[in-house]
T-cell receptor, first 108, second 115 residues
Framework: KNEVEQSPQNLTAQEGEFITINCSYS?????LHWLQQHPGGGIVSLFMLSSGKKKHGRLIATINIQEKHSSLHITASHPRDSAVYICARETSGSRLTFGEGTQLTVNP | GAVVSQHPSWVICKSGTSVKIECRSL??????MFWYRQFPKQSLMLMAT?????????EQGVEKDKFLINHASLTLSTLTVTSAHPEDSSFYICSARDPRNYGYTFGSGTRLTVV
């Protein structure tokens, strides 16, 4: 069992739809990260969370420490949001353990 | 924001040769950099943690004599894949933590193909 599990693995949406990607982890964390990986491989850090909720533009990330669960939401999705979204847990020593990613495709 | 520059973006090399990948933090000092590998359709895996001025810390199962890491300055870490084999073909990416906000910044990655 992966230490970080994401669902769904693949997600196809129509432009404008509200999207949710889920992440569960099995052990304690110092922080939870959401990353975006584009087709060329480049990775952008979206959020770093240790509690509560963060919002940046159309992206919202939440975390429930007790339930060891985090969600990434995209409001009013757009084709340019198409990418792989990766959840990663951070433990001591700044080590990241990654989920397998969610491939999001937003169709116009 | 913080920028990490990684070169080359892609490289093709012959079996048995060595390949060096560079990772530079452009606008901040990085005492620690991280090297990851990603095989197709798989998640990123941490290979090693590069520490400026000291030896790198390798993850279990990663051969330190094969993947040489040097972090000689606060802005440069290098990963050398020695005696490369086709099974080393992968996407290698580095990251560093911006001390100003503790966020991770990633290099653009290097796609290595060993023929």
């Amino acid at each position: 069992k992966n230490e970080v599990e994401q669902s769904p693995q693949n997600l196809t949406a129509q432009e404008g739809e509200f999207i949710t990607i889920n992440c569960s982890y099995s052990v304690g964390i110092s922080a939870l990260h959401w990353l975006q990986q584009h087709p060329g491989g480049g990775i952008v850090s979206l959020f770093m969370l240790s509690s509560g909720k963060k919002k940046h533009g159309r992206l919202i990330a939440t975390i429930n420490i007790q339930e060891k669960h985090s969600s990434l939401h995209i409001t009013a999705s757009h084709p340019r949001d198409s990418a792989v979204y990766i959840c990663a847990r951070e433990t001591s020593g700044s080590r990241l353990t990654f989920g397998e990613g969610t491939q999001l495709t937003v169709n116009p | 924001g913080a920028v990490v520059s990684q070169h080359p973006s892609w490289v093709i090399c012959k079996s048995g040769t060595s390949v060096k990948i560079e990772c530079r933090s452009l606008d901040f000092q990085a005492t620690t950099m991280f090297w990851y590998r990603q095989f197709p359709k798989q998640s990123l895996m941490l290979m090693a943690t590069s520490n400026e001025g000291s030896k790198a810390t390798y993850e279990q199962g990663v051969e330190k004599d094969k993947f040489l890491i040097n972090h000689a300055s606060l802005t440069l870490s290098t990963l050398t894949v020695t005696s490369a084999h086709p099974e080393d073909s992968s996407f290698y990416i580095c990251s560093a933590r911006d001390p100003r906000n503790y966020g991770y910044t990633f290099g653009s990655g290097t796609r290595l193909t060993v023929v």
